[in-house]
């Protein structure tokens, strides 16, 4: 079992709640899975290219809401081998300006699980 794990921290800044635009992020991390890797097999020397391009691909989406959040994206590729995988997350934070958002998206050979976390500055 081959799980490559790449995570990226990214600071912006100006304001509106993150809450209400959920729904549509997290179509779009769907959308970068699906553009990024859609049916692809799973093969370990493009995981690394594969998670880049999808943290940077988020990353890049959020910037462009301008807001006055720092961004934590955390993606995770595993092999689909019949192996278990559990993750899990835990913050101390203020519950009313910060949020955390997961999505996990699988094709035939391989699950992704994204997520980004926003801390208001």
């Given at each position: ?92 934070w203020d519950n009313s300006t910060d ?5 996990h998206w699988e ?15």
């Amino acid at each position: 079992m081959k799980v490559t794990i790449v995570i990226i921290l990214f600071h912006l800044c100006v304001v509106l709640p993150l809450k209400e635009k959920k729904k549509h992020i997290r179509s779009f991390y769907f959308e970068c899975f699906k553009t990024t890797i859609g049916e692809s097999s799973y093969q370990h020397s493009r995981v690394n290219q594969w998670t880049t391009i999808v943290i940077e691909q988020c990353l890049g989406q959020l910037s462009s809401l301008r807001q006055p959040f720092k961004y934590i994206a955390s993606c995770v590729i595993m092999e689909k081998t019949g192996a278990g995988l559990q993750a899990a997350n835990s913050c101390f934070w203020d519950n009313s300006t910060d949020e955390t958002c997961t999505v996990h998206w699988e094709n035939s050979s391989m699950h992704c699980i994204l997520t980004v976390c926003s801390m208001a500055i």
